[in-house]
């Protein structure tokens, strides 16, 4: 079964659509790492550490429901075996079968909160969540030279046609306790969504972090973040400023992870 964390009146449910290697060692992604930087990210999350000794990747949704009302869905995966990630992604993802397991229909998810337009963010978007609006902010539809050449047609414009896009600018509530947070820096309009109940916090990051290590230094760089200095300043501000938290990670080896 799909692990489960509870906050308030808030149930969210880890949601693994697929694992595999990563495509490139890790210390390239990460140049500016020292030998300590990663003994420490070792120890803190060992099943990051695949077979071979390079970076075992996990790709993860997050579903959020209260009671049995509808489904908030943050991130939809890799998707099937001709999405758009295929090219380096171990799809076909298992989304549909972590759905039915966790007692979740498709039809019951009313939001999908894109975190960011990267391929293993956005596969089983659109047409498996009928019923649901998708929201992407401004900033990140207005950069899609950045992302697959096959969102627009594949993924933006029928949802546009159908009226379930919403763009969103910046912060914004969805739900009680439920926020949608701008936190720039992986992508131009990448977001993460922050559940709130009294003193508890929890935080959906997408890849405002994608290891451990940035947990360690958040001010370090992956190369694939498209301002990576950005990406940095918005982790520390984030983890400093919500600290302590409870972290929902996509690509982390467990996905609920306290912070500090």
């Known amino acids: 079964m799909p692990l489960t964390h509870t906050l308030g009146s808030i149930t969210i449910t880890s949601l693994l659509d697929g694992a595999g290697p990563f495509f490139m060692p890790r210390e390239e992604a990460f140049p500016d790492a ?11 999350d060992p099943d990051a550490i695949g077979p071979d000794g390079g970076w075992w990747l996990p790709f993860r949704a997050f579903a959020l429901r209260t009671g049995d009302g509808p489904v908030t869905l943050v991130d939809a995966g890799i998707g099937p075996a001709d999405a758009p990630a295929a090219s380096w992604a171990p799809v076909p993802g298992r989304l549909p079968a972590e759905l039915a397991d966790a007692g979740i229909d498709p039809a019951d998810v009313r939001t999908v909160v894109l975190t960011h337009l990267h ?32 969102l627009p047609a594949r993924l933006l414009g029928p949802l546009r046609a159908d009226g379930r896009l919403r763009v969103l600018d910046g912060d914004t509530d969805l739900t009680p306790g439920v926020r949608v947070l701008s936190t720039p820096g992986h992508t131009p309009g990448h977001q993460s969504v922050l559940v709130e109940s009294g003193d508890e916090r929890l935080l959906v990051t997408g890849d405002l972090l994608v290891h451990a290590i940035q947990l360690i230094d958040p001010a370090l760089c992956y190369v694939h973040e498209e301002d990576r200095a950005g990406a940095g300043r918005t982790r520390e501000r984030v983890l400093s400023t919500l600290s302590p938290l409870l972290l929902a990670t996509p690509h982390l080896g467990a996905p609920f992870t306290p912070h500090p």
């Open 119 to 150: 391929s293993d963010h956005v596969g089983w978007a659109g047409s498996l969540f009928p019923n649901a609006d998708h929201l992407v902010q401004r900033a990140e539809l207005d950069a899609l030279e950045l992302f697959h050449p096959e």
């Open 34 to 44: 020292t030998e300590a930087n990663w003994h420490e990210a070792d120890r803190r």
